[in-house]
Structure formats: structure tokens, C-alpha cells
């Protein structure tokens, strides 16, 4: 138990030692997208949203097939 409180507690500290200084320069972005089309130009920025958009929907549609098999197993949807 006390291995796993400690490791959680150098993984923060070096998470805020190492890591979050470097993540000044993106404070006033709202999106990856926009963080990536600040370093690379506009072609990275569509191309981000684009790769955002789709992980995005390929989670909704495994949340859909989960919540299909849950109410199939339930008996609440039966599919012909």
C-alpha cells in the first residue's frame, strides 16, 4: 500500500517539476489543435482536428456497442 502512495506521489511531484513549466507557452490555447497550429502552421491544425474528431467518435460508437450488448444481455432490446 505505502508503495503505491509513494509512487503516486513522485510520479506529481515530477509531473510538476519536469513537465508543467514547459506548458507555458500553451495557456491560451483551448485545444491540441490549436496548441499544434500555433508550433507547426495550419495544415497540422486541420489535420489534428480531423484525428480529434474521428478518436472521438470511434469512442462514442464502442460506448454505443457496450451499452447495446448491456441491454442485450439484459433482455431490454431484443434484436431480430
Known sequence: MWAGVIGSLLALLSIGIFFAP??????GTLSIA???????????????A??????ASGMVAVQFKVAGTVFEYLGIVNMV
Do not use: D
Not at 480531423?50 to 478518436?55: D, F, N
Open 22 to 27: 514547459r506548458l507555458g507557452e500553451f495557456l
Open 50 to 55: 480531423i484525428s480529434g474528431i474521428i478518436a
Open 34 to 48: 490549436e496548441a499544434m497550429g500555433s508550433l507547426f502552421g495550419t495544415n497540422v491544425r486541420v489535420v489534428t
